[in-house]
């Protein structure tokens, strides 16, 4: 008889601990799903910053193409 109360206890260990696990688990997804949604927020902003400066390094480099092949000529 003291067989079965010792499985019914491991059983009842390995389902307590079955839910706990799954239970951290679940919030170390929970703050890695929040965090790589921050830094996908982080990489379309630092995108649109990288075309804006891009932009403005093409829009400059055009300016001084032409302005310096108008003094040559």
């Given amino acids: 008889m003291s ?3 010792k499985d019914f206890f491991r059983g009842s260990l390995i389902l307590v601990a079955g839910i706990l696990l799954s239970f951290v688990i679940f919030i170390v997804l929970l703050i890695l799903w929040i965090f790589l949604n921050i830094l996908g927020a982080l990489v379309w902003v630092f995108f649109v910053v990288f075309l804006f400066l891009a932009a403005v390094w ?3 480099y055009i300016y ?3 302005h ?3 003094k040559h000529k």
Avoid: V, Y
């Fill in 64 to 66: 001084r193409n032409i």
């Fill in 68 to 70: 310096d092949s108008g």
């Fill in 3 to 5: 067989h079965i109360i």
């Fill in 58 to 60: 093409l829009i400059g």
